[in-house]
């Protein structure tokens, strides 16, 4: 069993940077693949980036490639969402997700993969 709290959302000005945290309680934590997904309101949750369970692979939607970094800490049990070069089209609600299956090496976007949630933590950018 794998629980994930959000941390580190608010209010950001366009083109400033916030850096979300993902704590895991689980013991096996450092065994899932993590991703980060958002959701605006009115629109479909969607996939932002994700990592592998141990951190040697990651992958990002198109509109945040080059801007965004996750990366994991198994150590720490935590999994991380750096978010530079903020843009107003990036305020959602951020939430951690593991993946359903342990040990995954390939990184996966599709929601349907993961089976563990955070309640998601809010992010306003502000032009």
């Known amino acids: 069993q794998v629980q994930l709290v959000e941390s580190g959302g608010g209010l950001a000005q366009a083109g400033g940077s916030l850096r979300l945290s993902c704590a895991g309680s689980?013991?096996?934590?450092?065994?899932?693949?993590m991703g980060w997904f958002r959701q605006a309101p009115g629109k479909e949750r969607e996939f932002v980036a994700g990592?592998?369970?141990?951190?040697?692979?990651?992958y990002y939607a198109s509109s945040v490639k080059g801007r965004f970094t996750i990366s994991k800490d198994n150590a720490k049990n935590t999994a991380y969402l750096q978010m530079n070069s903020l843009e107003p089209e990036d305020t959602a609600v951020y939430y951690c997700?593991?993946?359903?299956?342990?040990?995954?090496?390939?990184?996966?976007?599709?929601?349907?993969?993961?089976?563990?949630w955070g309640q998601g933590t809010q992010v306003t950018v502000s032009s």
């Open positions: 990592i592998n369970w141990n951190g040697g692979s990651t």
């Open positions: 689980g013991r096996t934590f450092r065994n899932y693949a």
């Open positions: 997700a593991a993946d359903r299956k342990p040990l995954r090496v390939a990184v996966t976007s599709e929601r349907s993969e993961y089976a563990y």
